[in-house]
Nanobody, 124 residues
Framework: RVHLVESGGGSVHSGGSLRLSCQFSGGRYSSYCMGWFRQAPEKEREGVAALDTDGTRTYPDSVSGRFFVTKDSRKHTLYLRMRDLQLEDTAVYYC??????????????????WGQGTQVTVSS
């Protein structure tokens, strides 16, 4: 069974940067596409990045140009680099995995494995 563990969250000031990590285990890493999602208090879960197995990356407009998803296949680790963080980026961030080649950040219901989340707090 796939197990995901996020880390790297924390508190930053507006305009700051963070890098989140997601350690993948329990499955064949190359068979899974991945995504990053976030959920702020009293808001629905929102996709912020998706990474296909061929390396294709997609982002919503709200984070495009500020968030970058990468992976280290040797370490079975997914990353989310975030820069120019804004107050509205405050949320719990989750990584998720789906067995298959293509992931969509608009389809959280397709992901079969989720991490426990890591808190990102942006202050002014």
């Amino acid at each position: 069974r796939v197990h995901l563990v996020e880390s790297g969250g924390g508190s930053v000031h507006s305009g700051g940067s963070l890098r989140l990590s997601c350690q993948f285990s329990g499955g064949r890493y190359s068979s899974y596409c991945m995504g990053w999602f976030r959920q702020a208090p009293e808001k629905e879960r929102e996709g912020v990045a998706a990474l296909d197995t061929d390396g294709t990356r997609t982002y919503p407009d709200s984070v495009s140009g500020r968030f970058f998803v990468t992976k280290d296949s040797r370490k079975h680790t997914l990353y989310l680099r975030m820069r120019d963080l804004q107050l509205e980026d405050t949320a719990v961030y989750y990584c998720a995995a789906k067995k298959g080649t293509t992931c969509w950040f608009t389809r959280p219901y397709e992901y079969t494995s989720w991490g426990q989340g890591t808190q990102v707090t942006v202050s002014s």
